[in-house]
């Protein structure tokens, strides 16, 4: 993320102006290890001078696993994280496999960091976890009144012809966990996903997704009932390839504490512009 510094100041005092939640320790941590860019160059000290004007560039942590999970920021509050395809969100009843809360569990050694929304396994992006249980309600909150901005990159099988539009409809997930569209008002909850082309192939086009609700597997179910499933979503009928091309790119909301704009995101892998799959 990029920071532009309003007044001159030391940089550890910068950075706490930036990141008021997160303790000058923990600030001294991100200079030593080289997080911090002034310009293009990485800070040394927290007791160097910046001046007004100068760009600051906080770059993510990597966290060491065998799955190259990629914390993007950490708080008292919360952690983001870069998912990589088919790693779980949270556990399941499968032996032998992890998941992303397990391993940022382990990496913080506590177990008080929570789940407040899920990507699917196969699903590649920016996923949001709770520092302690009054940070997991007020998250859980933001993403109940839909006041989260939730951006999706997805490749689908087919052209689709309208430029923009909106997928709307009830969804219901059956017992044997496959969710489809119903049309009874009294059965599943109302799903929106409003969508834009970026590209058209010969026989794929790459989409901006925007998810005004966050049901499960909404994307995969609207496009596939649309005519134009998720390239390699063979559940839900789409064209088999290497992996699932649905990606979670920018998550955006309010800060529930500080109130500050909080928007993370990751870049759209490289395979999913190279055709054909």
């Known amino acids: 993320m990029l ?6 100041g030391s940089l550890i005092d910068v950075l706490a102006t930036f990141f008021p939640d997160s303790s000058k320790r923990t600030l001294n941590t991100w200079i030593k290890v080289g997080r911090i860019l002034i310009g293009t160059k990485k800070a040394r000290r ?19 696993t065998h799955r190259g999970l990629k914390i993007l920021y950490s ?9 990589p395809t088919g790693l779980l969100s949270v556990p399941q009843e499968l032996p032998g496999l992890t998941s992303a809360l397990c391993e940022l569990r382990k990496h913080f050694n506590t177990e008080n960091i929570h789940a407040v929304h899920r990507i699917d396994r196969e699903t590649s992006g920016v996923l949001l976890f709770a520092r302690g249980i009054q940070a997991r ?4 909150e933001l993403f109940a009144a839909h006041t989260i901005t939730r951006q999706y990159i997805a ?17 219901i997930e059956l017992p044997n966990f496959i969710v489809k569209e119903t049309h009874d008002p009294q059965e599943g909850r109302h799903a929106i996903t ?6 058209r192939y010969e ?5 901006e997704l925007n998810l005004e609700t966050g049901r499960k597997h909404q994307i995969r179910v609207h496009a596939a009932n649309a005519g134009h ?24 909301f309010i800060h529930p504490f500080t109130k500050k704009k909080m928007q993370f995101s990751s870049p759209v892998p490289k395979l999913f512009y190279r055709l054909p799959i």
Do not use: C
Not at 47 to 55: F, I, K, L, N, Y
Not at 75 to 83: E, V, Y
Not at 137 to 140: C, H, P, Q, T, V
Not at 203 to 207: A, K, V, W
């Open 3 to 8: 920071y532009k510094v309003l007044k001159n």
């Open 46 to 64: 927290g007791d160097q001078e910046v001046a007004a004007g100068v760009s600051i560039q906080v770059q993510p942590a990597t966290m060491s």
């Open 75 to 83: 708080d008292r509050s919360m952690i983001a994280i870069d998912k």
């Open 137 to 140: 309600e007020a998250l859980k």
């Open 155 to 171: 490749l689908v099988g087919g052209v689709v012809e309208q430029n923009e539009g909106t997928w709307e409809s009830r969804l």
């Open 194 to 199: 409003h969508y834009k082309v970026l590209e």
């Open 203 to 207: 026989e794929r086009t790459l989409l």
């Open 229 to 252: 499933p998720v390239v390699g979503d063979e559940r839900y009928y789409g064209y088999p390839a290497r992996r699932l091309y649905l990606h979670a790119k920018i998550l955006t």
